[in-house]
């Protein structure tokens, strides 16, 4: 099975199969969650009893973010596969099926992908403790100079997390 999630045209003639025995109603190109997190250059386990997963992080301190380089999807592998295997399924079956092509990380779990699932999340924002109604305390910090606000949480609060700095 880790031949299929690595070539687009493998991975179209598997879908291509189920559909044919099954008649979903909509069939979705991927190979699994850490496709985003590879292009980026995540080392990424395949295996052949499971969908590929992230091994290690790419990056250990937040800072080193910044030299991340947004991948080109028509020539990053992974990427380029699952378009691969999108334009085969539309070709052969786009006018019978839903065909659903998309970037399957959201941002949190390509962070969690890209620093360490295990580490707490940091969402840094401006200057905008008032605003967010954030009590030192609370999970909430200023940095030495008062212009940034930390927001520091377990993964369990990640929601709350996002819907506080999202607001």
């Given at each position: 099975m880790s031949e299929v999630f690595r070539n687009g045209e493998l991975l179209a003639e598997a879908m291509l199969k189920a559909w044919r025995e099954f008649g979903h109603d909509m069939i979705l190109p991927k190979n699994g969650t850490a496709c985003n997190a590879q292009a980026c250059g995540v080392k990424v386990i395949y295996r052949d009893d499971a969908a590929p997963v992230a091994e290690k992080p790419l990056i250990t301190k937040l800072d080193e973010a910044a030299s991340l380089q947004v991948p080109d999807p028509y020539t990053t592998f992974p990427m380029c596969e699952i378009l691969k295997a999108t334009r085969i399924l539309s070709k052969e079956i786009g006018g019978k099926v839903w065909i659903c092509a998309?970037?399957?990380?959201?941002?949190?779990?390509?962070?969690?992908?890209?620093?360490?699932?295990?580490?707490?999340?940091?969402?840094?924002?401006?200057?905008?403790?008032?605003?967010?109604?954030?009590?030192?305390g609370e999970g909430w910090s200023w940095d030495k100079d008062k212009s940034v606000v930390v927001v520091t949480v377990e993964a369990k609060k990640i929601r709350e997390a996002v819907r506080v700095v999202i607001q």
């Open positions: 998309r970037a399957d990380q959201g941002p949190m779990d390509l962070a969690a992908q890209l620093r360490g699932i295990g580490k707490p999340a940091s969402v840094t924002v401006s200057n905008r403790k008032a605003e967010l109604g954030a009590k030192s």
